[in-house]
């Protein structure tokens, strides 16, 4: 009974897995798919919500460097 079953299965030396480097390349793909997919999920217009991070980026960092110029000189004036 043995005989008969054994011969319809792959033994392991005759399965083709990838090499280490084509698996690992392939790992990375679909992590960054995953990524990619989680951060748009929920989201109408991804490309609206990324426009907007990067505008908030651009104004987070002239404000860091008015900070180190010494701050904005802002003066009060009343009429």
Do not use: F
Not at 14 to 30: K, S, W
Not at 31 to 50: H, I, Y
């Amino acid at each position: 009974m043995g005989i008969v079953t054994s011969c319809c299965k792959p033994s392991a030396s005759d399965v083709l897995t990838p090499d280490a480097e084509t698996r690992r390349r392939q790992q990375v793909e679909a992590a960054e798919r995953r990524a990619a997919e989680q951060a748009a999920r929920g989201v109408k217009d991804p490309d609206r919500v990324k426009r907007l991070q990067e505008k908030a980026d651009e104004m987070d960092r002239r404000e860091q460097e008015l900070e180190k110029a010494g701050g904005a000189n802002l003066r009060w004036t009343s009429n």
